[in-house]
């Protein structure tokens, strides 16, 4: 079995094993019951949010781009919602590549310069939710009867604050490798120390080195602090929306209410969720991610008609953020010709003219 079924297999696992407990003691019949109590009227504002979010992604990476090719930002939510839309049907977050490949190859864009945009937009994500993460819950109280256990590991308030507590630690060392990985003497440190390693192969020593001159290479496009601001700028008005849109949908659930704060917690607790490799659409850890936040935020009893609740409210924003992504992305590929094939199996273009 090759490496990437080996991956695979194990992705399907992780969302058999998380499905299996966000379903467990949860009665079908009261979960249809809730799902069919719904307000769907809330979809709209929902959707319409999402999708401004979206275009908050498709300005901030308009930006990482702009040292490598000038593209307007309504050019750049094709390629994105591209990416989102294969990130939520194929496994490997495929969409990755397929924005990088297709910004290469109608804008005649280095392939390897709009990947590592990508890269960048990446990091900013991660370092952006950690410290949001820190921010949020600094202020929004948590249940302090939450307990939950899975095998031997027990999930409760006193755990989650040093958790926070040591993630504002990680936060502040990742920003400063960071910013150290960008003078040379300190790169060049590194790599030596990499390539001097016994243990290490000499495959991944070459993987490990091509990352960081890709990390690097794309970061020459925040030489600029005009650029630097409006990538701040935008990564905080991605995840602010993106919180928006959970609080709002909320309340088409007449014994579910998220406040502002509340959906932005659990906005940044799905999104670490989801980090974990899994299948595609990222099914199982979306659903496990949301319910736990809901519980130690309080929002949910803790019984197991607060978990059905949960579930519910999972499982519609969960299928509604697919559905506005994956149904533009296909119309966009739609649009420009392109195939599924042509986007997992071509070779990167570095030189490529743009389309006529």
Known sequence: MTRKRIQFVLSLLVTVVCLWWAFRGVELRKLWEDLRQIN???????????????????????????????????????????????????????????????????????????????????IADGVGLLAMLVVIFAVVPLNDQLSVQFKNITIDAATLRTLVNRLLVVCVVLLAGTILMLWGPFRRLVQTIIVRLPLLPHKIKERIAHFIETFVHGFHSLRSPRIIFWVVFHTLTVWLTVGWSLSLMSRGFSDLHISFSQGMATAIIICIAIMIPAAPGYWGLYEVGCILSLKMLGVVPLDDAGHALALSYSLIVHTFQLVCTIGPGLFFLWRRHVGLSELTHAEPPENSPPNS
């Open 40 to 122: 769907y009227w809330w979809l709209i504002p929902f959707c319409a949010v999402t999708f401004l979010s979206m275009y908050f992604r498709a300005m901030r990476w308009k930006y990482l781009l702009e040292p490598i090719v000038d593209i307007p930002s309504h050019k750049v939510f094709p390629p994105l919602i591209i990416c989102f839309a294969l990130n939520g049907m194929l496994p490997g977050r495929a969409g990755e590549f397929a924005r990088a490949y297709l910004v290469s190859r109608d804008y005649r864009a280095r392939f390897s310069s709009a990947l590592a945009t990508v890269v960048v937009e990446r």
